[in-house]
């Protein structure tokens, strides 16, 4: 808890409930409205192996939640013309390739709605993640043993 969170707050009970009964066993949240934070508050266990808690600068998987933020953006790019949903991801990331030639024709949309059929990953690196600034393009450089 912190000196924004309001605990007479309907959000702060639930989050709380979340925490304590699941489905989640920690959490951060900020929300804010008019370009001002709101509420924001931490809550639950960041490590059940040291006991810490969940403070303000925990750091957590990106999982799914990113898919909304590079969504946005990209969307915000086409808008300006920047980005054509259309157009190879090989246009805008050079680096990105794969073993299987077919990659040079999947296109942003693709992308965006899971249809290019680019293979699931199934080592998600949950017990050994990576924060440092090069670990989201290590990924992606990664993929091209597919």
């Known amino acids: 808890m912190n ?4 605990t007479e707050s309907p959000l702060h009970g ?14 951060a949240v900020g929300i804010v409205k008019n370009n ?21 600068s925990t750091l957590f998987h990106q999982a799914s939640v990113s898919k909304t933020f590079v969504v946005t953006a990209i969307m ?8 054509n949903l259309d157009s190879p991801i090989t246009k805008y990331l050079s680096y990105f390739k ?5 990659y040079r024709h ?5 992308l965006m709605n899971h249809t ?5 990953e199934e080592d998600y690196a949950w017990d050994r ?18």
């Open 76 to 83: 915000q790019l086409v808008e300006r013309g920047k980005v």
């Open 116 to 120: 290019s059929g680019m293979p699931d």
């Open 14 to 27: 639930m989050l709380t409930e979340f925490v304590e009964n699941g489905p989640f066993t920690g959490l």
């Open 36 to 56: 001002k934070i709101i509420f924001t508050g931490e809550y639950g266990t960041a490590d059940f192996s040291t006991g810490d808690p969940v403070v303000r």
């Open 106 to 110: 999947i296109t942003v949309r693709q």
């Open 129 to 146: 993640p990576e924060y440092d600034e090069q670990s989201l393009e290590r990924y992606v450089k990664n993929i091209r043993r597919h």
């Open 3 to 6: 000196k924004d969170q309001n």
């Open 98 to 102: 794969m073993d299987d030639e077919r």
